[in-house]
Nanobody, 125 residues
């Protein structure tokens, strides 16, 4: 399984970005997907997750109401729409694929066995 994240960049506080993560190598539509982030000097943090069929989403407390996860199974891609960005959102964002097919997604990184290379988001104040 390969995951390719893209869409990061430099944005001013209050701005928006949309991250994408394209998957290849397995049946994308049967696996939950997640986004995590890691800021310099900090531990990796759960951001959002979406179930394999898109009917369930989870969000970290710090991003609720501002970030939205979605997926397009026909394109084998998961998205993270990021609105009202804050300087504290600055981090490398990683997409991740769940280890098991058709399982409920959670917030623990140990549930995800496939990771993209990360895309840097920098929010200036």
């Amino acid at each position: 399984v390969q995951l390719q994240a893209s869409g990061g960049g430099l944005v001013q506080a209050g701005g928006s970005l949309r991250l994408s993560c394209a998957a290849s190598g397995r049946t994308f539509s049967e696996y939950g997907m997640g986004w995590f982030r890691q800021a310099p000097g900090k531990e990796r943090e759960f951001v959002a997750a979406i179930s394999w069929n898109g009917d369930r989403t989870l969000y970290g407390d710090s991003v609720k109401g501002r970030l939205t996860i979605s997926r397009d199974n026909t394109k084998k891609t998961v998205y993270l729409q990021m609105n009202s960005l804050k300087p504290e959102d600055t981090a490398v964002y990683y997409c991740a694929g769940h280890l098991r097919a058709r399982r409920t997604v959670g917030i623990g990184s140990e549930e995800y066995g496939y990771w993209g290379q990360g895309t840097l988001v920098t929010v200036s104040s």
